[in-house]
Nanobody, 121 residues
Framework: QVQLVESGGGLVQPGGSLRLSCTAS????????MGWYRQAPGKQRELVAA???????NYADSVKGRFTASRVNAKNTVYLQMNSLKPNDTAVYYC???????????????WGQGTQVTVSS
């Protein structure tokens, strides 16, 4: 069994910053990709940022230059530093990990419970 635990959400004013953290634990053999998705009310879940085990990153166009994703492989942890936050960044942010457990032959996706980020004055 694998668990992803997120932390760091909250309420922030426009232009402010927040840092999200997510740690994976449990039956893990290798984690290929860790990243962040978000879902605003009435909208589909969308990719925000993803980091491979080699440290390569991919960002949504809407957050490029403002958000930075990073990862500490030894801790199975991924971070999302969010700067210059805007009201339309308001959403529930979900951690995602694409990984393989020792008993599996294929990759599977796992999700955190989500953390609310609200950007408002």
């Amino acid at each position: 069994q694998v668990q992803l635990v997120e932390s760091g959400g909250g309420l922030v004013q426009p232009g402010g910053s927040l840092r999200l953290s997510c740690t994976a634990s449990g039956s893990i053999f290798v984690i290929y990709v860790m990243g962040w998705y978000r879902q605003a009310p009435g909208k589909q879940r969308e990719l925000v940022a993803a980091v491979t085990s080699a440290g390569n990153t991919n960002y949504a166009d809407s957050v490029k230059g403002r958000f930075t994703a990073s990862r500490v492989n030894a801790k199975n942890t991924v971070y999302l530093q969010m700067n210059s936050l805007k009201p339309n960044d308001t959403a529930v942010y979900y951690c995602n990990a694409e990984l393989r457990s020792p008993s599996d032959y294929s990759r599977k996706d796992y999700w955190g419970q989500g953390t609310q980020v609200t950007v408002s004055s």
